[in-house]
T-cell receptor
Framework: SQELEQSPQSLIVQEGKNLTINCTSS?????LYWYKQKYGEGLIFLMM?????EEKSHEKITAKLDEKKQQSSLHITASQPSHAGIYLC???????????FGAGTRLFVKA | GAVVSQHPSWVICKSGTSVKIECRSL??????MFWYRQFPKQSLMLMAT?????????EQGVEKDKFLINHASLTLSTLTVTSAHPEDSSFYIC????????????FGPGTRLTVL
């Protein structure tokens, strides 16, 4: 079965610093989603990547899918306290109708 | 557009009682709805997939008699936790997808269930 591994598990950064979160799949990714979850709340969709080498941006957040379509990175530029939360990557499993999730990366931003 | 609501947002119940959680797509018709649970500091775990008008498909290890799912219309799915026990305490999240959205899922805000 397909698994998603996220790194780091948690991250504490100073406000204004850049950071990167990685999501690695055990199998080829057919659709890769990035979500943000505020603690105890539902998920907020950030972006979806499908093509190898694809890159998308949402405000100060940029996500890339590598050419081999097995790894994605999420990059936040000039982090703000509002960026704090749990970032989850999700992927369509083989067959494309279920989404599996990584364990999440907990981001804390110090003001 | 594409808003999904859940009700209640939190519930506390006694052990042995049943709890119903509603998931509604407010401005679109959801062909498929998904139910997840999330334990503290863990990822979402898919419990079941439900399509309107048909029986839900449960993931391995999820007891269908304990977690009853009803998808009565294209805008409403319910999850009933029957005879709840403290180990059922968790954060339950639903999501909905529609055919025109490339399988993108729209998530509800979640329901926190605490069983005493």
């Amino acid at each position: 079965s397909q698994e998603l591994e996220q790194s780091p598990q948690s991250l504490i950064v100073q406000e204004g610093k850049n950071l990167t979160i990685n999501c690695t799949s055990s199998k080829t990714l057919y659709g890769l989603y990035w979500y943000k979850q505020k603690y105890g709340e539902g998920l907020i969709f950030l972006m979806m990547l499908q093509k190898g080498g694809e890159e998308k941006s949402h405000e100060k957040i940029t996500a890339k899918l590598d050419e081999k379509k097995q790894q994605s990175s999420l990059h936040i530029t000039a982090s703000q306290p509002s960026h704090a939360g749990i970032y989850l990557c999700g992927a369509d499993n083989t067959g494309g109708f279920k989404t599996i999730f990584g364990a999440g990366t907990r981001l804390f931003v110090k003001a | 557009g594409a808003v999904v609501s859940q009700h209640p947002s939190w519930v506390i119940c006694k052990s042995g009682t049943s709890v119903k959680i509603e998931c509604r797509s407010l401005d679109f018709q959801a062909t498929t709805m998904f139910w997840y649970r999330q334990f503290p500091k863990q990822s979402l775990m898919l419990m079941a997939t439900s399509n309107e008008g048909s029986k839900a498909t449960y993931e391995q290890g999820v007891e269908k008699d304990k977690f009853l799912i009803n998808h009565a219309s294209l805008t409403l799915s319910t999850l009933t936790v029957t005879s709840a026990h403290p180990e059922d305490s968790s954060f339950y999240i639903c999501s909905a997808s529609r055919l025109a959205a490339n399988n993108e899922q729209f998530f509800g805000p979640g329901t926190r269930l605490t069983v005493l």
